[in-house]
């Protein structure tokens, strides 16, 4: 199984709302991370996950809130967004490999309207 | 992290090798050279990465330069499934989770 499993898959949700993107990957992989990515721009780094704790937050408002249960599975929980934060939302997860350097596979990704 | 450089946009013929071109000029010793691609409306897919040496897998190959300055991804018989914007990246190899930041890629478009 190399799959990083996204849902849901499309999302609408108002402004006053409280919803949750989840993403689930049973490969193993220690490293979780989610990734906000605009039309026709490059998915950008939102937080990283190491061992389950969160190791790099990019300044993300706190309006988003990323959580990780167990090693499998990764959330990213949303209240009060705005509608600039309508976009495409990735997950991915990485391993190490032993020739060095690293794979990351991504989700087909969550897209999030807020009206 | 050292800063890449890319053409935004290329064509190709279907059934030509595809020759994707990326500067990495600030490159340091232990940092590698990824490529992932981006179909549209789906995630990213890695596609390969290297250090020194050349590397070849499935999906393509990868020439890097022996100042490791710049690179080239080479697509052999690319195919309309092919198109989509291509990503490179450099990034250092360290263990537990890593960085992958993405810049504004190459737009490929594989015509028939």
């Given at each position: 199984d190399?799959?990083?499993t996204q849902?849901?898959?499309?999302l609408v949700?108002?402004?006053?709302?409280?919803?949750?993107?989840?993403?689930e990957?049973?490969m193993?992989?220690?490293a979780?991370?989610?990734y906000?990515?605009?039309?026709?721009?490059?998915?950008e780094?939102?937080f990283?996950?190491?061992?389950?704790?969160?190791?790099?937050?990019?300044?993300v408002?706190?309006?988003?809130?990323?959580?990780?249960?167990?090693?499998?599975?990764?959330?990213?929980?949303?209240?009060?967004?705005q509608?600039?934060d309508?976009?495409?939302?990735?997950?991915?997860s990485?391993?190490?490999?032993?020739?060095?350097?690293y794979?990351?596979?991504?989700?087909?990704?969550?897209?999030?309207?807020?009206v | 992290?050292?800063?890449?450089?890319?053409?935004?946009?290329?064509?190709?013929?279907?059934?030509?090798?595809?020759n994707l071109p990326?500067?990495?000029?600030?490159?340091?010793?232990?940092e590698?050279?990824?490529?992932?691609?981006?179909?549209?409306s789906?995630?990213?897919?890695?596609?390969?990465?290297?250090?020194?040496?050349?590397?070849?897998?499935?999906?393509?190959?990868?020439i890097?330069?022996?100042?490791?300055k710049?690179?080239?991804?080479?697509?052999?018989?690319?195919?309309?499934?092919?198109?989509?914007v291509?990503?490179?990246?450099?990034?250092?190899?360290l263990?537990?989770?890593?960085?992958?930041?993405?810049?504004?890629?190459?737009?490929?478009?594989?015509?028939?």
């Open positions: 190399t799959e990083v849902t849901p898959k499309h949700m108002g402004m006053t709302n409280k919803k949750s993107l989840k993403c990957q049973h193993g992989h220690r979780m991370y989610w906000k990515q605009k039309a026709k721009k490059p998915p780094l939102m990283v996950y190491s061992y389950e704790k969160l190791s790099i937050n990019e300044s408002p706190s309006r988003f809130s990323p959580e990780c249960p167990n090693s499998s599975l990764l959330n990213l929980h949303l209240h009060a967004l509608p600039e309508s976009a495409l939302y990735l997950c991915a990485s391993q190490f490999k032993p020739t060095g350097g794979e990351a596979f991504f989700g087909q990704g969550t897209r999030l309207t807020v | 992290d050292a800063k890449t450089t890319q053409p935004t946009s290329m064509d190709c013929a279907e059934g030509r090798a595809a990326c500067n990495h000029s600030t490159i340091s010793g232990n590698y050279v990824y490529w992932y691609r981006q179909i549209h789906q995630g990213p897919q890695y596609i390969i990465h290297g250090l020194k040496n050349n590397e070849t897998n499935e999906m393509a190959s990868l890097i330069t022996e100042d490791r710049s690179s080239t991804l080479i697509l052999p018989h690319a195919t309309l499934r092919d198109t989509a291509y990503y490179c990246i450099v990034r250092t190899a263990q537990g989770a890593q960085k992958l930041v993405f810049g504004q890629g190459t737009r490929l478009t594989i015509n028939p």
